[in-house]
């Protein structure tokens, strides 16, 4: 390797020479080695390997310099070069990821009530846990058997009914062939803290290396609680959802509308506005449907709705009806159709919930079936709001009758039904004769469809009288009882009209007068309205 001469100077020999040539081989194998596995790296280990490759290097030239000059300490600065390289690069990085590590494993323990550390073979373990209410436990920080003392945990601190399910997990050989095939896997039991039971999500994994397994323990009561709560409220959220497309089946477009702050939520399933815009929300109902009413309304109807329309008049409304409502025409593509606007009241009494629907083709066909009926004779003799027969066409009728009766011939069978709407002045007076109008209309229109094969009369405000014959005449007594049965449902559900009725069956026996018959069913009609009246 080496040898003094006679003057006792440092001598290399070849040995020597031989040696550096081998190390310098093998800093130039490292060295390559290092920069393939650099090309193939990323991030912090790219730099890691790029370190260790120039070291490797300045390591291979330094020691090219020492053989070249024994006398000179290359080799040495050389070394103290590639020690810095490494500390810089290596060491102090992984002391920096070890940092990041601490961080992340103090940042879990934050979420999680205890994480054990425990080395398969022994069972030694480490607990690091931050929550004063799992510390309650009394659990202790480190440990020399982890199975056999959770164990015994298990048996003082889970709620009794789930202590059969929980013990079978802690068992060393249980827990390796449940992670069998994936990285981990968790169950959950009750636990008793303060004497309260809280479901704990157990969490077991292997670490990188497969020597420790990481057990995590989460108190999940809360977020179990959380969850059932957002179900039920997702399942009522669902049931409004169905009962709000019920109510769609029905109208064109609802508006939910915040009675205190005027914000509203509109639902549309109809293009009833042609191309006008309809917004889904918006913060103020009444300025925003004023600016929209010249756009769309029929000029003969926006003073009407604009009244109808107003935030204090609906209020006002409101506080003594359970619902009002509105016909108006709305303007599409030059045309104009007819629409009906209803106003309800939330349960909460918090919201109106305002429905629009296109009742168009209805009107249309109201107006067709009058036109086809109606002549110049017969307008004269109906009448005007509610269409049925007016006072005029039942003096002639009662005339007509009466002349056969004074002249003895046989008259067919019959019946006169007295009619009188009640509360029509209270309606009147609180809601105005538009909501006064549309109540006697409403209790033509039950006549009507009850008494289906006869002529109805409209022989006052809000009088009526309903000429039976035929069909009608022979099943009077089962076509009264659905008259007032639904006049009854009317009054219970405080919804449609109040109609009190009486009826009387001409006599040929005893009868001379129509007017007999007509004061019969009139003083039978006044029985029934007291009857009503007693029910409020």
């Not at 024994?70 to 102090?92: K, N």
């Not at 017969?378 to 005339?399: F, M, P, S």
């Not at 001409?506 to 029910?535: C, G, Q, W």
């Amino acid at each position: 390797m080496f040898s003094y001469n006679d003057a006792h100077e440092y001598i290399g020999e070849v040995g020597r020479n031989i040696s550096f040539l081998l190390q310098i081989a093998f800093y130039t194998l490292i060295t390559i080695y290092m920069l393939y596995v650099t090309y193939n790296s990323t991030g912090v280990e790219k730099v890691r390997y790029k370190a260790v490759a120039l070291t490797s290097m300045v390591l291979g030239l330094f020691l090219t310099f020492q053989i070249i000059n024994a006398f000179f300490p290359f080799y040495a600065v050389g070394l103290i070069i590639g020690i810095c390289l490494i500390h810089s690069f290596v060491q102090s990085g992984e002391k920096k990821e070890k940092r990041i590590h601490d961080n992340i494993a103090s940042a879990m323990a934050e979420d999680y009530e205890a994480i054990f550390y425990i080395d398969i073979e022994t069972g030694e373990y480490l607990n690091f846990s931050k929550s004063p209410k799992y510390m309650s436990l009394n659990v202790v920080p480190l440990g020399k058997n982890f199975f056999k003392e959770a164990l015994d945990g298990v048996e003082t601190c889970t709620y009794p009914d789930d202590l059969e399910y929980a013990k079978q997990f802690y068992n060393k050989e249980t827990m390796l062939k449940s992670l069998e095939g994936k990285r981990s896997f968790s169950f959950k039991y009750r636990v008793l803290v303060n004497n309260e039971p809280r479901y704990f999500l157990f969490t077991v994994m292997r670490d990188r290396n497969e020597q420790y397994l990481i057990f995590y323990e989460k108190d999940i009561e809360d977020e179990l609680r959380a969850e059932k709560l957002n179900k039920e409220n997702q399942k009522q959220t669902i049931t409004f959802g169905q009962i709000a497309e019920s109510l769609a089946s029905i109208y064109d477009v609802i508006y939910y509308v915040n009675i205190a702050d005027s914000s509203y939520v509109c639902y549309q399933t109809n293009e009833i506005f042609g191309k006008l815009e309809v917004h889904d929300s918006g913060d103020d109902f009444y300025s925003e449907s004023l600016a929209t009413i010249p756009q769309i309304i029929h000029e003969q109807d926006c003073e009407r709705l604009v009244e109808f329309l107003n935030k204090d008049n609906m209020i006002s409304t409101m506080e003594n009806h359970k619902d009002c409502s509105i016909n108006y025409r709305i303007v599409v593509s030059g045309n104009p159709q007819y629409t009906r606007l209803t106003v309800r009241k939330s349960s909460d009494g918090t919201h109106f919930i305002i429905g629009v629907e296109n009742i168009d083709d209805e009107v249309k066909k109201e107006k067709q079936h009058l036109k086809e009926l109606k002549t110049e004779k017969e307008l004269a003799r109906r009448d005007e709001l509610t269409g049925v027969k007016n006072k005029t066409a039942y003096k002639e009728l009662e005339a007509s009758v009466q002349g056969n009766i004074d002249n003895g011939l046989d008259y067919l069978n019959f019946a006169l039904v007295v009619c009188d709407a009640n509360n029509l002045k209270q309606i009147n007076d609180s809601q105005g004769h538009n909501a006064g109008d549309e109540y006697i209309r409403a209790s033509s229109k039950l006549l009507c469809n009850i008494f289906v094969h006869s002529p109805v009369f409209r022989v006052g405000g809000d009088e009526f009288v309903v000429f039976l014959r035929g069909n009608d005449y022979s099943a009077r007594h089962e076509l009264m009882n659905k008259l007032r049965n639904q006049v009854l449902e009317n009054k219970k559900n405080g919804s449609g009209v109040t109609l009190a009725s009486g009826m009387a069956d001409y006599n040929s026996e005893t009868d001379s007068f129509v007017s007999e018959i007509f004061e019969r069913a009139d003083k039978e009609m006044y029985e029934d309205k007291k009857k009503l009246k007693s029910l409020d």
